[in-house]
Structure formats: C-alpha cells, structure tokens
C-alpha cells in the first residue's frame, strides 16, 4: 500500500460526458502528478501540484483539468469524453517538488469510455 | 528528454539473481537514473535511484557505469513476485515528471 489513494476504481460512462477522478496523496506530501496509461501510448505525464499551484504540465487535452485543493487532495476532470479517453489514471505523490523525488503511485481509475 | 533504451523482456528462475540494462547515452550531468516497476493490475511501484554512485536498498541496487551512459537493476533473489515491467527513467534534476518509456517485462519461473 503506497499511500495514496484514488477514487472511484472503476468508471464507465458515455461519449460527451464529463467525469472527476479523485487522489488523496500520502501524508505529508505536497506534489501531486497524473499519468494516464493507455494500450497504445503506454503511461504518459498529465500535470503536476505542488502544494496547490500547478508546477508542470504534460500531454494533457484540453478538455483535461486539474486542481489541487488546501487539503491537498487533487481531482482530474475529463469533460466531452471520447472513445480514445479510456485508459487508466494514475495519481502519485511526492514529498517535494525538488531533488530526486520518488513519487508513489495510487491505485488507478479505471476509466471506460462507450 | 534523454532517453532509454531497455530489453524488452527477460527471464529469470525463481531464487536467482536477475541483471536488467538500460542504455542512457544522451544522459546529462544532472540527470538522475530512477527506476520503477510495475506489477501486473497495479500502478507503478518506486524502485530505486541513483546519480553517480552504486546504491542498495532493501529491493535491488543500482550500479551505474563510470561514464553513466549505462545502468544495471540487480534484483538478487528473484521471487514470483517481482514479475513486473520494469521501467528505466532518466529525469532532470529540475524536471519532476517521469518520461515512460515500453520498460522490461520480466518474468520469473518457479
């Protein structure tokens, strides 16, 4: 067990929709990072927290948001899902947004798209 | 980014030692060397890192050529457990995100 903890495991819903993946990171830490991992373009960065302030940003759509609140959870909104937005997502921690930083890694959200 | 280049896949018996490359030619001095694993329905799993010097811990070690174009993962006693793809990651020392790339797939015969 990592530590960090996502909600809900398991998602389906439809083209068009909108859905909000949730992480709680590890006590204590302040950096937030999604990955989402698809069959075709393997795990891939999103966006990265740091202590409530957006720190860095990957591959992420457009129609993709993200925050990090005061408590330091952080939720990831799809919106206007698509058929290739199926994937897992990953959510990790990091103490620091410095130095070498190992991130632990959630669970995953399983995201189905029909 | 500085990119990897890894087997991409091996195999071990189950109690023997198991030694995974990875070629970083392109690395640069500040690049850190991480390595993570990932288990099959499970996310990734932090392994061990390493910037200049060989490093141990309690999962594997790092030995990391002179030149640092080049690492090896040593797994000691492989278990059942450790089947995972293994992934070699160079990340800046100012740039937090970890770069993916296909990784190892090992796999462990009882």
């Known amino acids: 067990d990592s530590g960090v903890t996502q909600t809900p495991k398991h998602l389906i819903t439809a083209t068009g929709q909108r859905v909000t993946l949730r992480c709680s990171p590890r006590?204590?830490?302040?950096?937030v990072y999604w990955y989402q991992q698809s069959l075709d373009q393997g795990l891939q960065f999103l966006i990265q927290?740091?202590?409530?302030?957006?720190?860095a940003k990957g591959n992420i759509l457009e129609r993709f948001s993200a925050q990090q609140f005061p408590d330091l959870h952080s939720e990831l909104n799809l919106s206007s899902l698509e058929l290739g937005d199926s994937a897992l997502y990953f959510c990790a921690s990091s103490v620091e947004g410095t130095g070498p930083g190992e991130q632990y890694f959630g669970p995953g959200t399983r995201l189905t798209v029909t | 980014d500085a990119k990897t280049t890894q087997p991409n896949s091996m195999e071990s018996n189950e109690e023997e030692p198991v030694h995974l490359p990875c070629n970083h030619s392109?690395?640069?001095?500040?690049?850190?060397i991480h390595w993570y694993r990932q288990l099959p329905s499970q996310g990734p799993e932090y392994v061990i890192h390493?910037?200049?010097s060989n490093v141990n811990n309690r999962m594997a070690s790092l030995a990391i050529a002179e030149d640092r174009k080049s690492s090896t993962l040593i797994l000691h006693r492989a278990t059942l457990r450790d089947a995972a793809v293994y992934y070699c990651?160079?990340?800046?020392?100012?740039?937090?995100?970890?770069?993916f790339g296909a990784g190892t797939t090992v796999t462990v015969r009882a």
């Open positions: 006590s204590g830490d302040l950096s």
């Open positions: 990651i160079l990340r800046p020392h100012n740039d937090y995100k970890l770069s």
């Open positions: 392109t690395i640069s001095g500040t690049d850190y």
């Open positions: 390493g910037l200049t």
């Open positions: 927290y740091y202590n409530g302030e957006e720190r």
